[in-house]
């Protein structure tokens, strides 16, 4: 790779962002595509977050990725959103058009794509038991309705939070049925055996936490489990359900759709087939 004067600044805002896999990924695509661009991470504090947007207008930076815990926040600091990206209510990549900042959402895409490459799972009339109701999960929320799922479940601690999230979506998509529930043992075990998918859209499990009180041997048996935390090696809840014989994935599958997507925003063409998917499991095999 040479840095050239003309060469384009892409990069992501998160807190912390020193795990991130999106620079071995993007840099690849990049390079196999034969751009003149470069992708970087960059460490923003919330308290930061206003200025650093101010900062890709003012240094001509061309696009971000947005994680955690800036999803949300950003979008008071952009120009313009996408309708996808309003009505999820969270924002994970911004594009600038001449200092337009614009924002959209390709999680949800990215994690249909994920759940069907790497589950063989499609939400259509299936049960889906959803852990968590932050902004990543309103992202799966409205990506699993639009697919026509039966019934979602939205368990949270905060309970408020969950019942929040389902008000919010449940005159949107009226075809599916929303619960609200707490992230508890017993109230976990009474929807349990009829749940198709068990998803955790929270940051759990990102520094090794375990998911405590997940009823295992109440779970559907023949149900999957998704989680959108991506780790190296796998996160604990991804680990115990394959001990309890289900089928299961971590979010690298979802990273690499949702990247595949934030690629073609900022460059107006398709990402080279292949190469971040490819780029990861290099980089995770070392």
């Known amino acids: 790779m040479t840095i050239r004067g003309t060469t384009q600044v892409l990069g992501i805002f998160g807190y912390p962002v020193e795990h991130s896999l999106s620079p071995?990924?993007?840099?690849?695509?990049?390079?196999?595509?034969?751009?003149?661009?470069?992708?970087?991470?960059?460490?923003?504090?919330?308290?930061?977050?206003?200025?650093?947007?101010?900062?890709?207008r003012a240094l001509g930076i061309r696009g971000v990725n947005v994680t955690i815990p800036h999803k949300e926040n950003i979008i008071s600091y952009l120009d313009e959103l996408d309708p996808k990206?309003?009505?999820?209510?969270?924002?994970?990549?911004?594009?600038?058009?001449n200092g337009r900042l614009i924002g959209y959402n390709t999680d949800e895409t990215g994690l249909i794509k994920s759940l069907a490459q790497d589950l063989a799972f499609h939400p259509n009339g299936r049960r889906i038991l959803m852990l968590g109701a932050g902004g990543a999960s309103r992202a799966a929320l409205v990506a699993l309705a639009?697919?026509?799922?039966?019934?979602?479940?939205?368990?949270?601690?905060?309970?408020?939070?969950?019942e929040d999230l389902a008000q919010a979506f449940q005159n949107l998509f009226p075809g599916t049925i929303f619960a609200v529930l707490g992230l508890d043992e017993v109230e976990l075990s009474e929807v349990c055996p009829s749940v198709d998918l068990l998803l955790n859209s929270t940051s759990l499990g990102m520094k090794g936490e375990i998911f405590e009180g997940i009823p295992w041997l109440q779970l559907n048996s023949s149900a999957v489990v998704y989680d959108i935390v991506y780790r190296r090696p796998d996160t604990p809840l991804v680990t115990s359900a394959r001990e309890y014989g289900h089928l299961a994935a971590g979010g690298l599958g979802m990273l690499i759709a949702q990247g595949e997507d934030a690629f073609r925003i900022w460059t107006g063409q398709e990402c080279p087939k292949g190469v971040m998917k490819q780029a990861i499991f290099s980089f995770c095999k070392d």
Not at 85 to 96: E, H, K, L, S, Y
């Open 85 to 97: 990206a309003r009505m999820i209510g969270a924002v994970n990549t911004v594009i600038n058009e």
């Open 24 to 56: 071995v990924m993007q840099n690849a695509a990049l390079q196999a595509a034969g751009l003149d661009a470069v992708y970087v991470p960059f460490m923003v504090a919330p308290v930061k977050l206003e200025e650093a947007v101010e900062a890709i």
């Open 146 to 162: 639009e697919q026509g799922a039966q019934w979602i479940g939205i368990a949270n601690r905060t309970r408020q939070k969950a």
